[in-house]
């Protein structure tokens, strides 16, 4: 894929968002009231049937973490009774575990919890990202049927690209770490680039870093750089961290702009670059573990 040129050095500086390192106090529920001193039992602990206590994981962070589904989506399984341990149905997700040994999802026995696996996708326009689509439109999926190494996990993907939008989608074995790329409150920057029509200018761009409302939806600071300008044709870079549905095309299209093409070159640390469009490339796993112990920091 070939993209039109960069500017030169004079471009507004990227926009870096910053991870806040502000502590919550603790609550309390009565203004001025001393906390009281009551033990808490720790989260990840659960008694045997002897009295004594056991290390465990809750079962939706474990089938997530297994590449079953996202935590939510886990959550509502186990809500339908599709989840069980041996013949038994798991009523709730805070069901403790130290292994998922016995446990099944709609009759299928899960196997052992992998090790994260993180892939760049290309996606094309034109797909829908989702496993299945009640239309018969072809998904992701489609593709990626053909473009994952052999030995690949089931795999998910890192947020959404609609329909008409190409470029950088991440794809994960690992419940957990989707939903930690997912959040807003991690601050992870995704970049995109826009071939736009109409009249914009670069002063009215940077407007964006404060924010902007659109039909009582607030988006967030937004840093937008124009790369090339041909008269009414304009080729636009944007990068944000909220990552609403829709949310370029809208903010684009509130400022009068057609948008003609959508792709997004990097989510992260990690870029589009030169992967071909349906291809699917492995991140080295030394770099997804470097990745996760950031995410843990923020």
């Known amino acids: 894929m070939t993209f039109p040129p960069r500017n ?32 808490v039992v720790p989260a990840k602990r659960a008694p045997n049937a002897d009295g004594s206590e056991r290390e465990g994981d809750r079962i939706a962070k474990l089938l ?7 935590r939510r989506e886990v959550e509502r399984m186990i ?25 099944s999802v709609d009759g299928k026995m899960v196997g052992p919890i992998a090790a994260p696996r993180l892939f760049r996708f290309h996606k094309p326009a034109g797909l ?14 489609t593709a990626l049927r053909n473009a994952l190494p052999k030995d690949a996990p089931r795999v998910m993907p890192v947020g959404r690209l609609d329909v008409n939008t190409e470029g950088l989608l991440l794809m994960t074995n690992d419940g957990e770490l989707k939903r930690a790329l997912e959040l807003p409150s991690t601050g992870i920057p ?56 829709r949310e370029v095309r809208r903010v684009l299209e509130h400022l009068g702009l057609e948008v003609s093409r959508l792709l997004r070159t990097s989510y992260g640390p990690f870029e589009l670059a030169d992967l071909q469009r349906g291809s699917v490339e492995e991140i080295p796993q030394v770099m997804v573990e470097r990745f996760r112990k950031t995410l843990k920091t923020k």
């Open 8 to 39: 030169g050095g004079d471009r507004p500086k990227r926009f870096s968002p910053r991870s806040s390192t502000t502590e919550k106090k603790p609550f309390s529920m009565r203004s001025g009231a001393p906390r009281t001193s009551q033990p």
């Open 64 to 70: 997530a973490r297994a590449g079953i589904a996202s």
């Open 79 to 103: 809500e339908e009774g599709r989840v069980k341990i041996g013949d038994e149905i798991v009523t709730t997700p805070a069901t403790l575990l130290t292994s998922l040994k016995g446990v």
């Open 128 to 141: 829908i990202t989702a496993e299945r689509d009640p239309t018969g439109r072809p998904t992701i999926y």
């Open 190 to 245: 995704r970049t995109y680039r826009a071939r736009t029509f109409g009249d914009i200018t670069q002063a009215r761009l940077e407007e964006l870093m404060e924010g902007i409302e659109i039909d009582g939806v607030r988006y967030g600071p937004i840093n937008a750089n124009l790369e090339r300008s041909a008269n009414r044709n304009k080729w636009i870079e944007l990068t944000l961290t909220e990552g609403k549905n």
